[in-house]
């Protein structure tokens, strides 16, 4: 199977850090997406990673072990605008041309003041 | 600007009808994916269609049906036959490259 799993619910408090885990099972791994949802809106993207490392946009960064199937998104500087649902997606070969992804059941962050 | 169309954004339907949920896109892209999305989960796979006059199941196909005559249009039928309709629908497309999906804004569809 392609299972992908992330928490179900975080908190944190208003200007801290948090960390929200992807896991994900390694064969065919062609690249991992996470997108950011507010309720009732469509998903919107976030990052890309395809090779292993740390990918930094503003306050937001996204992490890649390819060998362990891990993924993280760090969340900076948090303001309660970020309250949402985070999705972690995962694009296995045989679907690049197609860009079929695989979602994972979403993580849904509540920052608090 | 580019970019997908999804209509209406509240539909209601009573039990035993089928309904179609539009999605249209003016990206030129040729991928189109049909997902719904339960309460407090992700998104599941209806179908996709990678070209015109082509179309695949995704992971939960029963009691859906798709078509697709044309690149820019990408229609969503639910029919009788689907148990549990109520859902929020999105729809996607897909060129290539690192920024995966354009999503649509969705439908939200009650069974009443």
Redesign the interface.
Do not use: C, H, M, W
């Given at each position: 199977g392609q299972n992908?799993d992330q928490p179900?619910e975080m908190t944190a408090t208003e200007g801290a850090i948090v960390q929200i885990n992807c896991t994900y099972q390694t064969s065919g791994f062609n690249?991992l997406?996470w997108?950011q949802q507010h309720a009732?809106?469509?998903?919107?993207?976030l990052s890309?990673n395809?090779l292993d490392g740390l990918e930094e946009k503003g306050r937001f960064s996204s992490f890649l072990s390819r060998s362990k199937g891990y993924s993280y998104l760090l969340l900076k500087e948090l303001q309660m605008k970020d309250s949402a649902s985070y999705?972690c997606?995962v694009r296995f070969h045989g679907s690049s041309?197609?860009?079929?992804?695989?979602?994972?059941?979403?993580t849904?962050l509540q920052v608090k003041p | 600007d580019g970019g997908i169309t999804q209509s209406p954004k509240y539909l209601f339907r009573k039990e035993g009808q089928n309904v179609t949920l539009s999605c249209e896109q003016n990206l030129n892209h040729d991928?189109m994916?049909w997902?719904r999305q339960d309460p407090?989960?992700?998104?599941?796979?209806i179908y996709?269609s990678?070209i015109v006059n082509d179309f695949q199941k995704g992971d939960i196909a029963e009691g859906y049906s798709v078509s697709r005559e044309k690149k820019e249009s990408f229609p969503l039928t639910v029919t009788s036959a689907q148990k549990n309709p109520t859902a929020?629908y999105?729809c996607a497309s897909?060129?290539?490259g690192?920024?995966?999906?354009t999503?649509?804004?969705?439908t939200?569809l009650t069974v009443v």
């Open positions: 992908i179900t690249g997406f997108y009732g809106e469509a998903p919107t993207f890309y395809v999705l997606a041309n197609t860009g079929k992804l695989i979602f994972g059941q979403g849904t | 991928a994916y997902y407090g989960q992700g998104l599941r796979l996709y990678q929020f999105l897909y060129l290539s690192v920024d995966g999906y999503f649509g804004s969705g939200r």
